[in-house]
């Protein structure tokens, strides 16, 4: 469809084509019909975002995200909307190993959040030494601490549990999720289960102890938390962009301008074209909508300017298995930044994931690389990179073989920090986008960093579009 001025006019224009930008268009199509004109504009190549899917060793692997929240209601519902219930796996070996104190360590039973629910089976793992453990049981009587109103995780954990807890259990277990420091992170929008507990009661120890008591019990076998789907995420996006159609998503697009037009709507100017439209949402990254919205609405620009990002990288190695040392039973380990390794942790593909567990004679590893104050890894070529992670698996597994290949994957300004003072900031942002009615922000910058939260704020866009500029007439 053609309007004035030539240029193509759409119902909604959705810049970014990520899996906040297509679902957000996916759900759109559900409530408006075939008949709604939809157009999703992505500057890279291919769509999908940092859901990418590759090939090592002749086996796939995800070389950003390879998981997801198995009880996300939105997201689920997309995957069995889409066909794909029958490809979901639950991870095939479970448990998570910390590098500490010169080696690996089980994570204990009873942890949340990387907080003790047991200090006995803390003491038993090695974690922590003793006076640690000890440190962390006087949570039980010290009186309850005085809180901001928007507290770091630090601020809510280390005062509990002391320094030990924080460093080698919530520090890492956290970086593995958001690559932040957590005494910058909120703990309020980044993990607000903990700063409601914390509010609840003077011991947070107690707390989480109620907290499981008081869980209904399960029923059946337990699911897994995390789930993934056989032969990878992108079959998620390639789904997504086949179900809008292929006139929907425009890949190498990228949009350059936003003007607001004379009839309300917007104009949105890429490097094929312009499209006019009614509404447009940016699913991008929070510094991208920043230049977009610097015109339409300069407050907002300057609050999306301050949303901070980290750079991550993710190193997949494939060695013959008959060369590698048995790996102990889990799923992977992650690495304190006390620790001083450039390595954040690594994930034992070939025994997590049904869908590389038939690599027969190879064993894949996939080590994450980046946090945030950690930038020397910057500074490295490839091979370099991989020589550091490599040196790393062999003190960490014993791994001294030469990969039969290798596959670096890096992602700047990939991890939006949610630091404190984020969820005023959000506030701040949606005064200030009031002022370009039908101009929405979505995606990891902003109400969850994981592929479900993305998911959820995708669908709560699309509600939140059709509720103000409604059905096209």
Not at 12 to 33: D, E, K, N, P, W
Not at 435 to 447: K, M
């Amino acid at each position: 469809m053609t309007g004035s001025g030539g240029h193509e006019r759409a119902h909604t224009v959705v810049v970014g084509g990520g899996i906040s930008g297509l679902t957000t268009a996916y759900f759109l199509r559900q409530r408006l019909g075939p008949d709604a004109v939809l157009r999703v504009v992505e500057a890279s190549d291919a769509p999908g975002g940092k859901i990418r899917t590759a090939s090592i060793a002749g086996h796939p692997v995800d070389t950003g995200p390879d998981a997801f929240l198995s009880r996300a209601p939105e997201l689920r519902r997309v995957v069995d909307a889409l066909g794909l219930a029958d490809l979901v796996v639950e991870p095939q070996s479970t448990g998570t190993f910390i590098w500490s104190r010169g080696r690996l360590r089980r994570l204990p039973p009873g942890t949340a959040f990387g907080l003790p629910e047991r200090l006995w089976p803390l003491l038993r793992s090695g974690l922590l030494g003793p006076a640690a453990v000890a440190r962390a049981g006087l949570d039980l009587v010290l009186p309850r601490t005085a809180l901001p109103d928007d507290p770091s995780v630090a601020d809510v954990v280390r005062p509990r549990f002391g320094a030990g807890v924080y460093d080698r259990l919530v520090v890492p277990l956290l970086g593995g999720v958001h690559a932040g420091d957590p005494a910058l992170l909120s703990a309020t929008s980044t993990v607000p289960e903990i700063a409601a507990m914390a509010r609840s009661g003077r011991s947070l120890y107690r707390t989480l102890r109620r907290r499981r008591r008081s869980a209904p019990p399960a029923t059946g076998r337990p699911s897994a938390p995390l789930v993934s789907l056989r032969g990878g995420l992108a079959a998620l996006t390639d789904r997504l962009v086949e179900e809008l159609g292929p006139d929907t998503v425009l890949t190498g697009t990228p949009a350059r301008a936003i003007e607001r037009d004379e009839n309300g709507g917007y104009t949105v100017r890429t490097d094929r074209g312009a499209f006019a439209a009614r509404q447009v949402v940016l699913a991008t990254p929070a510094y991208v909508a920043a230049e977009l919205v610097a015109d339409l609405a300069p407050d907002a620009a300057a609050l999306l300017r301050e949303i901070g990002y980290v750079d991550v990288a993710n190193v997949t190695l494939a060695f013959r298995r008959d060369q590698v040392p048995a790996l102990p039973a889990g799923t992977g380990f992650l690495v304190p930044p006390v620790e001083d390794e450039l390595v954040v942790g690594c994930s034992w593909l070939s025994q997590k994931w049904p869908q590389p567990a038939d690599a027969g004679d190879y064993v894949l590893l996939k080590v994450m690389v980046g946090r945030s104050g950690d930038t020397r890894w910057l500074a490295m070529d490839d091979a370099e990179l991989v020589r550091h992670v490599r040196e790393a698996l062999r003190r960490m597994l014993g791994v001294t073989a030469d990969p039969v290949e290798s596959l670096v994957q890096r992602w700047p300004r990939a991890m939006p920090q949610y630091v404190v003072g984020h969820a005023a900031r959000l506030a701040a942002l949606d005064t200030a986008l009031a002022a370009a009615p039908g101009l929405l922000v979505t995606g990891a910058a902003y109400r969850g960093v994981g592929l479900a939260g993305c998911v959820a704020q995708a669908d709560a866009t699309a509600t939140s579009l059709l509720a103000t500029q409604g059905a096209p007439t």
